[in-house]
């Protein structure tokens, strides 16, 4: 298991996208998280402006991005953990985060949590539209788990301030173990780059859309003059002055609408993703995108670290690490996602209350 073929890289993007489901089916009043520790800056952080009120506009911060919901909370709450553990500057992270605008109820839960665990968190919570995206889904047989807020990543440059212009985007079933603040400095290159994220080149690209979309060459010609790669839209650092510039969120939303006429790839997110940006994104060491821990959904195997460094752990795939603690049947590799659990267990609460 040391190593992977390119079939693999393909198969756990699919199950990413195929099993990042909308289902809420962990009730909420029921999930109390314990409060996390506070992290304090090294002494040669830049100073955000803290003594301003509003410092969601800091240039010297690194702004985070995550979409935010009931079925992921304990994910994200890992996320966010391990994302504040590793920085030498975790005062100067800004999290910014997306939830469905459908449940209002949902955000104010949620602010609430997050208050709860993270009282020195520096955040901001964004309604997003999810019933109007939910229209620009194609249905499919697989309609029930393709999940508006999936497409959130898509409409950050429209949902953040303007003042925000580089983020750094997060799936919710990810740890990191590296300073965040490395990756958000990736540098993007030339003007017309917009986006980072490791490039798996060896994945079969041609698999991501049907054979009606490349039998048209009107449409096959939009790969023309560059050499697409597959990336992993779960680690993503975004210029969004550029994406603003170039309105990326309408040419996304294009193949969307193209996609409802006419069946030119079979999941959902990624490929209008893919159809913009692929061979035109900045590389990222993957390092920053160990993906697929998630595992093998046919056979339900766990999975091992691909070859090389690892600052980022990504559970992609069906499995996700805390479902699989709970059920007493982790793979080896969850135990690594265990210690940024928040999660106060209904046993840990009760030694608490007693103690
Ligand atoms: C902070 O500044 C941004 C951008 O100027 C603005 O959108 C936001 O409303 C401000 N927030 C507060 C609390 O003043
Ligand atoms: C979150 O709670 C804070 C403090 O109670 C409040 O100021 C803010 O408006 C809330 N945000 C949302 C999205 O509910
Ligand atoms: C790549 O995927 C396409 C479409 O699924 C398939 O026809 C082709 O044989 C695959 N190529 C390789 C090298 O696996």
């Known amino acids: 298991m040391a190593s992977f073929t390119p079939s693999f890289t393909f198969f756990s993007s699919i199950f990413l996208l195929l099993f990042s489901t909308c289902t809420s089916t962990s009730p909420l009043a029921s ?3 314990k409060e996390a520790p506070k992290f304090y ?13 509003n410092d969601t506009c800091s240039a010297e911060a ?52 997050l208050i709860t665990s993270f009282p020195y968190l520096k955040f901001k919570i964004y309604p997003f539209d999810d019933g109007a995206v939910a229209g620009l889904i194609s249905t499919s047989i697989r309609s029930a788990l393709d999940c508006p807020l999936n497409y959130a990543r898509s409409y950050l440059a429209n949902l953040l301030p303007s003042c925000v212009t580089k983020i750094v985007y ?28 490791p490039e798996y080149c ?49 040419r996304i939303q294009e193949w969307m ?42 056979r339900g195997l766990c999975r091992d670290l691909h070859p090389g460094p690892v600052s980022l752990l990504h559970w992609s795939g069906k499995g996700k690490p805390w479902a699989r603690l709970d059920a007493n049947r982790p793979c080896p590799l969850d135990a690594l996602w ?18």
């Open 170 to 197: 997060l799936d919710s079933d990810l740890v990191l173990v590296d300073d965040i603040a490395k990756l958000a400095a990736t540098p993007l290159g030339s003007d017309d780059i917009v986006l980072a994220a």
């Open 41 to 53: 800056n090294s002494h040669t952080c830049a100073t955000i402006n803290s003594h301003h009120a």
């Open 62 to 113: 690194v702004h985070v991005a995550m979409t935010l919901d009931v079925a992921y909370l304990r994910g994200s709450m890992a996320a966010i953990l391990s994302v504040l553990q590793h920085s030498s500057c975790p005062e100067n992270i800004i999290f910014h985060f997306v939830s469905a605008a459908s449940k209002p109820s949902s955000a104010t839960i949620l602010n609430k949590t």
């Open 31 to 33: 999930q109390l998280f």
């Open 257 to 298: 609408e193209l996609q409802k006429r006419m069946r030119i790839y079979e999941l959902g997110s990624l490929p209008p993703f893919l159809l913009v940006f692929a061979g035109r994104i900045a590389p990222v060491d993957h390092r920053w995108n160990q993906h697929g821990l998630g595992g093998d959904n046919f």
């Open 202 to 250: 060896t994945a079969n690209f041609s698999a991501y859309f049907t054979p009606s979309f490349w039998s048209n060459p009107s449409l096959s010609a939009t790969f023309a003059g560059r050499r697409p790669c597959y990336f992993n839209t779960g680690v993503m650092v975004i210029d969004l002055a550029r994406w603003r510039a170039r309105d990326y969120t309408m």
């Open 338 to 355: 265990a210690p940024y659990d928040l999660l106060q267990t209904p046993f840990a609460l009760g030694a608490y209350l007693t103690s």
